[in-house]
């Protein structure tokens, strides 16, 4: 039977650089897929549909819960995001690691539905630079940011159920923080490929071999 692929969940707070980090691996390595998730929320200009979301309305996005075709799903900021259990059958069964970028909420589901499953945390260096962050963006008023730092409080209360957690530095500190967390990430997932249990079928057929 052929190797199923592995399922890496990455999540963290808004504003830590999750998604930029993945978009890194991604570019730099066509090995790794990610699961492109169904959403409530609108287009962003330049966002194409199903690359960067399937855009559903409210009345789909029912339909899907209803169907239980979610692998996970959760509201965030006034929208609902999920993942289809087809896009993570079909990866896994054809053998291909794949990663899902997802909220805090979602990615709880996931790790306690599917015990092989590895959560990545992507962490801010500090509340600072996680302030400096939503500050640049130039979206947010003083009230939500205020909420917005309280919420990752709760957010980083969960990290300890994670398996790992990425330090994404400040820019200003560490020129190359991007590509360090992003090298980061390919090495868990290496490792991973690497454990004894993933190289059994490996040394079973080259023990045979070796006897023949
Ligand atoms: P954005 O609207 O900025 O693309 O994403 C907002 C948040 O939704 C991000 O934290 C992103 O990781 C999360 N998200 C994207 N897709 C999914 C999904 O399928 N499930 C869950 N739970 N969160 C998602």
């Known amino acids: ?36 998730s169904c959403t409530t929320r609108a287009p962003r200009p330049g966002e194409v549909d199903g690359v960067s979301y399937h855009f559903v309305d409210d ?15 959760a509201h965030v900021h006034q929208n609902r995001y999920g993942t289809l259990k087809s896009v993570v059958q079909k990866e896994l069964e054809a053998g291909r690691d794949l990663i899902l970028e997802i909220d805090v909420q979602g990615c709880l589901q996931v790790l306690e539905q599917d015990p ?9 260096p500090s509340r600072e630079n996680l302030e400096k962050r939503l500050r640049a963006r130039g979206t947010e008023s003083e009230e939500s940011i205020r909420v917005r730092l309280n919420n990752v409080a709760g957010e980083v209360a969960t990290a300890y159920k ?11 500190d560490v020129p190359n923080a991007l590509d360090i967390a992003a090298d980061e990430v390919y090495s868990i997932i290496t490792a991973k490929r690497c454990e004894e249990k993933n190289r059994k079928g490996f040394l ?9």
Do not use: C, N
């Open 1 to 36: 039977m052929a190797k199923r692929g592995m399922l890496f969940v990455i999540s963290g707070p808004a504003g830590a650089g999750k998604s930029e980090i993945v978009k890194t691996v991604l570019k730099k390595h066509p090995d790794v897929r990610l699961s492109v």
């Open 59 to 73: 009345a789909r996005f029912d339909e899907l819960v209803k169907e239980d075709a979610f692998y996970e799903w």
């Open 116 to 124: 092989s499953a590895v959560g990545i945390f992507v962490s801010p």
């Open 162 to 172: 994670y398996h790992y957690v990425i330090i994404h530095q400040d820019w200003s």
């Open 204 to 212: 079973d057929a080259l023990s045979s071999e070796l006897r023949a």
